[in-house]
């Protein structure tokens, strides 16, 4: 929230109700909140705490009494009243936990009346652009961790590859079309690295993670939390360029690719490099398949796989 004029309460409420036909949700509430206090509302489910909130936030309409934020009506100055109100994200919650990424953003595109065809397609392009529905998904078990002390560990894992392996992901689809005879697509003429993470190396990670939980201890984990929650890396710790993972393919198949060089894709990142020092420290994590090693074993599973 924005700065509020002297002497002008940051939140006035007096009598404020709310009805939805019969149904009283809120009945003559009053509060007061001075420019720089904290303030939060407490009690049951149902005891219309939200319903304040939204109608303070213009998302709904009083059906009785007055509000105001940094002075402005909620009814008749809503804008001015959008105008002071603001958010702040840090690494340690959401705007309100209960909530996805996607959720928090569907709410403050109607905070600020963006027509929901307009807002769901930029919500769409943010959380695939920054890849915040993985951010959330973290924050919300961090969340879960704090509150419940349950102990939990978030694991990011790094292009992974190898038998029973996504069909969308590169090494499938290169080794698929190398050995039909079809081009392959390679973006930004192959100049990018990745780090490439084989299957038996991300499940000695997994397990790893699963035999030693994190500690409700108080002290400070990887991901910055100090409830029983922690986030980890698991890769291959090596970024590879993308033409020597090509060429690796090409030798364990046999044949050479016939490869189509397109632009760089919109969004798209130029190298990944999975710092795994957390997990190695902790649970003493050391990846032992290069894709020398990986590739050959992932290109004789698919034959057998595919009967060829």
Not at 197 to 220: K, M
Not at 236 to 254: Q, V
Not at 255 to 270: C, L, S
Request: glycine fraction near 8%.
């Amino acid at each position: 929230m924005s700065s509020v004029r002297a002497g002008t309460p940051a939140i006035e409420v007096t009598a404020l109700c709310k009805r939805y036909g019969s149904l009283q949700a809120l009945d003559n509430v009053d509060l007061r909140v001075e420019a720089g206090e904290f303030f939060a509302l407490l009690g049951p489910n149902g005891a219309g705490k939200t319903t304040t909130i939204k109608m303070l936030c213009t998302l709904l309409e009083p059906s009785g009494g007055q509000a105001t934020v940094c002075g402005y009506d909620v009814v008749q100055q809503a804008d001015a009243v959008r105008q002071h109100l603001g958010a702040v994200l840090t690494g340690e919650r959401s705007i309100y936990w209960k909530l996805t990424g996607r959720e928090n953003l569907a709410y403050f595109a109607a905070l600020y009346h963006i027509p929901p065809a307009l807002a769901k397609p930029r919500i769409d392009e943010l959380l695939t652009r920054f890849e915040l529905t993985k951010r959330a998904d973290e924050l919300i078990s961090e969340t879960y961790a704090h509150l419940y002390r349950i102990p939990l560990t978030g694991l990011r894992f790094f292009t992974v590859y190898g038998p029973w392996g996504r069909p969308e992901m590169a090494v499938w689809m290169f080794t698929r079309d190398i050995l039909e005879g079809r081009p392959i697509t390679v973006f930004n003429k192959g100049q990018m690295k990745r780090d490439f993470t084989y299957i038996d190396d991300i499940i000695s990670g997994v397990v790893a993670a699963l035999d030693n939980p994190p500690l409700d201890d108080g002290l400070t984990k990887p991901g910055g939390s100090k409830a029983p929650h922690r986030l980890y890396n698991i890769g291959n710790n090596r970024s590879e360029a993308l033409m020597d993972l090509i060429a690796t393919i090409e030798n364990a198949c046999g044949k050479k690719a016939e490869i189509d060089f397109q632009p760089m894709q919109a969004g798209d990142v130029y190298e990944t490099h999975a710092d795994i020092d957390d997990i190695a420290r902790d649970l003493g994590y050391a990846p032992t398949t290069p894709i020398s090693v990986g590739i050959p074993r992932f290109v004789a599973w698919y034959r057998q796989y595919r009967g060829l």
